[in-house]
C-alpha cells in the first residue's frame, strides 16, 4: 500500500491519470452492465459519460467511486488498487479524496446549509469550530453569502445544488462524482451549477467525472465517452 504523503503526491500530478479502469465488468443478475470498460482520469480534468437509460453511466461511476466492487477488471487511484480493498477502506478514501454530487443534492434537511457543508470535514475528524470556518468560506464564492443558515427546504433547486457542490468540494478532493448534477433544475440553474463546479474545480486542481444525458452539460468537459450496452467509446473535445 502506498503510503498517504506519496499518493498525495502522485495525486496532484496532472501529467499522470489519477484514476484509471482496466477491463471494469459488472453484471446484475442476467445483466451486462459494464463489458470490460477501460477508462482514465487526470487532475483538473473534466470528462462527460453520456448515454441511453439504462446503458451503464452510473453503474461505470459507483465502480470507479468504490461504491460498487466490479465483478472482473480493476480500479487504481493514485497508484494504489481500490477494487479489491474492503468496505472500510473505500469508504475512508471516498470521505478523503473523492467528491459527490448528485440529481438530487441529498442534502441532510435537517441541517442548515453550513452545517451540510461543514458535515464531510466533520467526518474527517476536523473540529466543528475549524471545519464551519472552512465552509463559511464558500458561501461567497458560489454566490451564497447570508444563505449559511437556511436550510434545504429553505432555498431554491439551484441554490440547493450550489450548497451540494460546495460540499463535494470542501475536502479539496482529488475527484468529483457528479450524477446528473443539473437533472432536477432548469436550463439556466443547471448552466450556473456547472459552471461553479467547473471553475471552482479547476482552481483546486480536481478532476470531475460527469454523468449527464444532457449535451448542453456534457460541453462543460473537454472530453466526453459514450456508454452504451456496457462497453464505451469516446474521443476528445
Known sequence: MIEPAELAAIAGRRDLPVLVA?????????????????????????????GPSGSGKSTLLHCLAGILPPDGGSVTFAGTRIDDLGESARSKLRRSSFGFVFQFGQLVSELSALENVSLPLLLNGSRRSDAEAV???????????????????????GQAQRVAVARALVTQPSIVFADEPTGALDTIAGEQVMELLT???????????????????AAFAQREIVVRDGRVSGADR
Open 22 to 50: 482496466t477491463g471494469l465488468t459488472k453484471r446484475f443478475g442476467q445483466t451486462e452492465a459494464l463489458r470490460g470498460v477501460d477508462f482514465s482520469l487526470c487532475r483538473g480534468e473534466v470528462v462527460a459519460v453520456m
Open 199 to 217: 471553475s471552482a474545480a479547476a482552481h483546486q486542481n480536481t478532476g470531475v467525472l460527469l454523468v449527464t444525458h444532457e449535451p448542453r452539460v
Open 135 to 157: 465552509a463559511a468560506e464558500w458561501f461567497p464564492r458560489l454566490g451564497l453569502a447570508g444563505m449559511e443558515r437556511r436550510r434545504p427546504g429553505e432555498m431554491s433547486g
